[in-house]
Structures are given as C-alpha cells and as structure tokens.
C-alpha cells in the first residue's frame, strides 16, 4: 500500500500488478459526504479527472452493448460511432489523471483493475441500456450537460485537460444533436413511442440530479486550473431539455427522489455486473499483454 | 395525444449521398442512406460515410428527386456533342512560336 | 467481412427466361469490352438474378458477421482492442449497408432482403454461424475470415456490375485494418504466456476448415459458375480463391509459430501451391442448411433486434408524416 492511502479503502488490484490505489475517497458507509481529499489539489485533481472518463467509459460501454442490435443498420453504425467517441474521451481523461498521479498507471489499469466502488462515475451512466427509448433519453440527459461543461473545461488553465475537453466538445455538440433528433421522433412519432420514452425519461429522471453533485474536489479544481464547477450550469441544462421535451410533447418529470452516491464509488447494482464482464479477461491473465 | 395510429413498418426511404473531401473539390455521390427526413439523412450519411473523417461536407437528396437520363437517351443525347470538333481548342491553328492562351 | 456465394438447389432449378439473341449478344459484348453495367442498362434476367443473390448473400453475411464479433466487444481485454472491435464491428455494419444499397439498384427493397434474412430464407456465410469462445478467435477471424474477404473482394472489386463493384472498392479500402488487426492480435498472442498460445491455437483450430469453407464449393462443375465467369460476375473459380487464400496463409501461420491442423498440408513445388486436405462438405452442408453451432441464435438475435425496433422505426416514420411539407429549420439548400 501507498503511505498516504487510506487504511479502509477496499482492496481493488485483484491481484493485478498494478501500483495501489491512491485516491483518498471515503467510502465507508454512513451519510454521504463530500468526498475527503487529503488536502492536497493534485489528488483532487486526479479525482476530478477520474469523474469524467469513468462516465464516459461506462457509458460508452453502455452504448457498445448495443451493437448489432439497433433498431436500424444506420443506428447500429450512429451508436458504435458515439461509443468510440466517448470511449476515446475516457482514454485521454484517464490520461491526464495517470501523468498528474504519477503512479505510473495506465488508462487501462484504470479502465480494468478498479472494482465498482472505485469508480467515480454518475449512476445515470452506468443504468441499463433497456428499450432504445431509455437509451435515447439517458443519452440526451446526460450529453445536454456536457455540451456546456465540455466548452467551460475547454477553458481551463491546465492544457492537456483543456484540449482534451474541446476534442470531446465538438464530439457532444453532435451526439446531442443526435439524440435530440431521436427525443423528437420518439415523442412526437406513434402513442407507443411516446409513452415509451415518457416512461424513460420519468425513470432516469431522479439520476439526474446527481450529475450536478459538486464537492471539495470541484471547488479545489476550479481554484487551481479554473475547471468548472458543474452546479454553474444546472440551469444551461434546464432549457436544454426542457425546450426538446417541449417540443417533443414530452412533459418535464418531476424527481421524487434523488439518488446519489457514484462520484464517491457508491453505485446501482449494475455497476458490478458491467464490470464484471468488462474485466473478466484482462483479471483472468494478470500481467499480460494483449 | 392526437398522433395517428403507427404506420407499417419498413427500412425508411432512400436518400442519395453526395460527399465533398476537399475546399473547392465537387460533391461527388458516395452512396445511400436510408432516413425518414432531411436531418436524419445528414446524421445516417455522416456516420456512414464520413466517420473516417475525409469528408468536409455532405448533401443528401430523396433518392425519387432525382432524374436520370435513360440509357436510351445516350445516342441523341451525347454523340452529337462528340462531332463538335470546333468546341475544342486543338480545332484551331496557332502560328510556331506563339503562345496563345 | 464476406459471404460465400452458395447457390441453393431452388437457384438451380429456377427456370431461365428466354431473352432477346440480339440484346444478349450486345450485353456480352459489352462485358468483354471490360465496360460497367448500370442500374437502368438491359441485363438479361438471369444476370439480375444472380446478382441479387450474390449481393444480397453477401450484404447479410456482413450484418449476421457483427454478432459473432460484437460477442467480445463487452470483454475486449484493453481500451485500444476494445475501440479497434467496436470500430471493426460498425464497419461490419457500414459494409452490409452499401451491399444492401446496392442491391437496391437492382430493383430489391432493403425490407424485402431483410425479410427474406429474417425468415430463415436468405443464406449467409456459413462462417459466422460458428461461436467466439474466446478473444483468441477475435484474432483468427480478423486473420481468416477477413483475410478470406480480402482475396475474394479484391476480385469482387472488378466484377462488372457498377454498383457491386464500386461497394467493393469502399469495402476494400476500409477493410485494410480488418485483416491487420487481427493478425496483430493472434501475434501478440502468440508471443504470451502460455495459456495465450494454447488459446490462440485452440482458435486456430477450430477456425481452419470453415475458414476455407467460406469460398464455397468447387464449382468447376457448375453450368452457372460458367455463366456468372462469362458475365464476369465472379472472376475466379471458388477453388482458384481458396488456393490463393491457403498459399498466403500459410506462411503467416509459420511467420507466428501457429500450426495449421491439416495433417496433409505440403508445399508443391511444382504447381507452387500449398497443397491442403479433404474438406469435411457434409459439415459445410449441414451449417449452410442450418444446423451450424449457431445457426438458430444468429437468426434469433437479428429477429428480436428487428421486433425490438419495430416501435422505433414506426415512430420515425409517423413523425417524418406528420412534418411532410412543414418547412425545415436548420441547414442549407445544396445548391447555394
């Protein structure tokens, strides 16, 4: 173990050769409460990095699922091409976090040897692909934040993270109005499509509210680089959605409950599973190449 | 919700690609896609044809809109062009040594 | 990615039309002219026919080809194999796409294919009815399968039908990385720990025979492999393809110390061929008629996809109706 890791923190390595863990989260259970960094801003700085590419990674995985089971050849071809985007993003987030650790790790010590609770990213990304409409409106929750997150990261002071969020920039700006497209036809297509993905949005909608979970590890970010601090753009993504659900016929759900935990490794059930499989051959040959 | 019943069932219109890779290049058909209306023709045709990147614009046309000449026409149509010979500058005599333009 | 070009005895059997001596006689000149036939130019019957058969066997060998691969995108074991999968198995989907497309020109609905596919009636290659156990057979279709593909698209890429031709050419040159990554992975393999290269050959394997199924049977017998030669539909005999295939195989296996399981494999020096053994045809048969490991997934997968999407499709239709004729924000008109 690493001196300065924290003595709870759950094993992960499954006996991988990789160097330990050194984020200092906490997750021992309890209330949630913002994340502890050890105070210093590089580690919050990996912690911030860590947010971006896990949800990019689970969701780019997500989206991968689908492939070859579209509802149309040309939306197996659209999917797959957003799944490489977003899993190229992680790729170059992981990056950043790996050279400001310093520990030598890799995007892919990152990507295969963490467990579920490891992982830093929103639980909106990690939930089932289910019907397309539920893959469709999780889409567009999610990439209708990015659009503006990616243009104020783009501004940052620290210039690998800066370049690497313009390059996903331009990447969301089409994948949302991808799925903004696909929200219209949906909503405004057949009574069934419709309902189906009302029901989506309805669903997802309590997961939204964690995608503006802020904490020290934000605040410790935009004092060093100048990185945004998402809660700035709540009301940005407000009249995104809510001017395509207005046009879609869709109405705006309300959240009754708002689910949170994945910034600080404390996820949905679904999690473990994906990365159960996701991992399987890369834990099964420990040290191998591929 | 007043939306009609759903309809049947298909694989969507065709739509024509035409794909430019260069400033200043022409559009050239590259292929088809099929989509429901002009903004999904443009998002299928980008991913189809320019996820590699080489492409810099993009028009897409309802395969219908489009008229051809019939392979019938060929003969009336073109062969008089081919018989034009002072449409072409090698029809014309320029004195040795002098460049013309 | 390809499809064999298997003729089922319904092909055969199907009755020639009598066409015009004249226009015929025209149409072959033309093709030994070297010349490019065209949507709208007279083809005989028979040449449609065949084409669409062709075609439309090959456009469904590349959809069904995305099930057997996209097996592995979930557990691909680094981010730089994951993304080169997804990207292969989206190209899969972009080739299918332009054969299908086409095949359109020829006066065939993609429903109409897709259906066909759906029913069970449409064949596909018999090669992607075979499971991908483990990522080790990730590589051997790459190195196989996709070099398969290459040998006979190549050819395919001078066959005299435009539009085939043309999807070919696009098909070629995007499939360059197909066959690379794949090889690149079974080497890589092959360099690894010992459960690596037992891994790899275990896909060897099991990969060999069909792999030199996918060219289909000899067919030097054929009266319609004459025909589909003379209208230069298909350039090569299936077994002038499966030697070329074997003999730049070969080497590639010996370059990364995999061992081809054909006991009965020799260089020829005269004929300068690797001279390979019996193919097992009643397992070819019995896969092309349905009975392959994997025949009934396949087709299972590609009709829940299709039920699965049906309310998506419909939606995108009723919404495009309900707009026909509003005028379209957004975009430009193509001639400013």
Avoid at chain 1, 105 to 123: K, L, S
Avoid at chain 1, 151 to 170: I, T
Avoid at chain 1, 208 to 215: M, R, S
Wanted: aromatic share 10%; glycine share 8%.
């Amino acid at each position: 173990m690493a001196p300065d890791a924290t003595p709870d923190e759950p094993e992960t390595g499954a006996g991988a050769p990789v160097a330990p863990r050194i984020v200092p989260v906490t997750t021992t259970l309890g209330p949630l409460r913002p994340t502890a960094t050890s105070g210093q801003p590089a580690d919050a700085f990996v912690e911030y990095c860590l947010r971006l590419a896990d949800d990019r990674l689970v969701l780019g995985h997500r989206l991968s699922e689908w492939c070859g089971h579209a509802p149309i050849l040309e939306e197996d071809i659209a999917l797959a091409n957003i799944a490489l985007d977003l899993i190229g993003q992680a790729e170059a987030f992981f990056s950043v976090a790996a050279e400001a650790e310093g520990r030598g790790r890799t995007p892919d010590d990152f990507a295969y040897f963490r467990d579920d609770v490891a992982f830093r990213n929103a639980m909106l990304c990690e939930l089932p692909n289910g019907d397309f409409g539920v893959t469709i409106a999780r889409q567009f929750l999610w990439t209708a934040l990015q659009v503006p997150f990616t243009k104020a990261l783009s501004a940052a002071s620290h210039a690998q993270l800066a370049g690497a969020a313009a390059k996903a920039h331009k990447e969301h700006v089409y994948h949302l109005r991808h799925a903004a497209d696909w929200v219209l036809k949906l909503g405004d297509g057949t009574p069934e499509s419709h309902a189906r993905v009302q029901a989506a949005l309805d669903g997802l909608w309590p997961y939204t509210d964690e995608l503006f979970y802020a904490d020290g590890v934000d605040a410790a970010v935009a004092a060093l680089v100048g990185a945004p601090v998402v809660t700035a753009l709540r009301e940005d993504w407000a009249r995104t959605v809510e001017a395509v659900l207005r046009q879609a016929t869709l109405s705006v759900p309300v959240a009754d409950w708002t689910p949170a935990g994945g910034r600080l490794g404390r996820h949905t059930e679904h999690l473990g599973h994906m990365l159960a499989e996701m991992q399987s051959l890369a834990r099964a040959h420990p040290g191998a190449q591929w | 919700m007043d939306a009609p019943a759903a309809p049947a069932d298909s694989q969507w219109p065709l739509w024509e690609v035409f794909t430019q890779e260069a400033q200043g290049a022409p559009h050239e058909h590259a292929g088809s896609v099929h989509a429901v209306d002009a903004e999904q023709a443009l998002q299928n045709a980008r991913d189809v044809f320019g996820r590699r990147g080489k492409v810099i614009s993009l028009w897409v046309v309802p395969t219908e809109a489009i008229v051809a000449s019939a392979p019938s026409d060929a003969g009336p149509f073109f062969d008089p062009g081919a018989e034009k010979a002072y449409r072409h500058p090698y029809f014309y005599k320029v004195p040795k040594g002098i460049r013309v333009y | 990615m390809y499809g064999a070009n298997v003729e089922t005895a319904a092909d055969r059997k199907a009755p020639a039309p009598v066409e015009d001596p004249a226009l015929l006689a025209e149409f072959q000149a033309r093709i030994d002219r070297g010349e490019s036939i065209e949507p709208k130019d007279w083809m005989p019957a028979r040449y449609r026919r065949q084409l669409v058969r062709m075609m439309s066997q090959h456009a469904h060998s590349e959809i069904v080809g995305m099930l057997p691969e996209g097996n592995w995108i979930t557990r691909a074991p680094n981010l730089r194999r994951k993304m080169a999968l997804i990207a292969k198995v989206q190209d899969e989907a972009g080739h299918g796409h332009y054969i299908y497309c086409g095949t359109e020109t020829l006066g065939v609905s993609r429903d109409e294919l897709v259906d066909d596919l759906l029913a069970g009636r449409a064949k596909y290659s018999q090669i992607f009815n075979y499971p991908t156990l483990t990522w080790a057979d990730i590589g051997v279709i790459g190195w196989f399968v996709d070099g398969a593909a290459i040998v006979n698209q190549t050819v395919l890429a001078k066959a005299s039908y435009g539009p085939y031709a043309r999807a070919m050419i696009r098909i070629c040159k995007e499939e360059n990385f197909h066959k690379r990554q794949g090889f690149e992975i079974c080497a890589v393999l092959s360099q690894g720990t010992d459960a690596q290269r037992e891994m790899l050959q275990d896909a060897v394997n099991r990969w060999w025979w069909p792999s030199l199924m996918m060219f289909g049977p000899s067919d030097t017998d054929s009266p319609n492999s004459r025909d589909l030669l003379a209208w230069r539909i298909k350039r090569f005999t299936n077994d002038e393809l499966r030697q070329r295939f074997v003999n730049l195989t070969v080497p590639q296996a010996q370059a990364i110390g995999v061992r081809l399981p054909d006991p009965d494999l020799r260089y020829d020096a005269d004929t300068q061929n690797w001279v390979f053994g019996e193919i097992d045809w009643a397992e070819f048969w019995a896969v092309v008629n349905g009975n392959g490991p994997c025949n009934r997934e396949r087709l299972a997968a590609r009709n829940k996809a299709h039920a699965d999407g049906a309310w998506v499709r419909q939606a995108a239709t009723a919404y495009a109706a309900k707009r026909a004729g509003a005028p379209r924000d957004g975009g430009s008109t193509a001639a400013a």
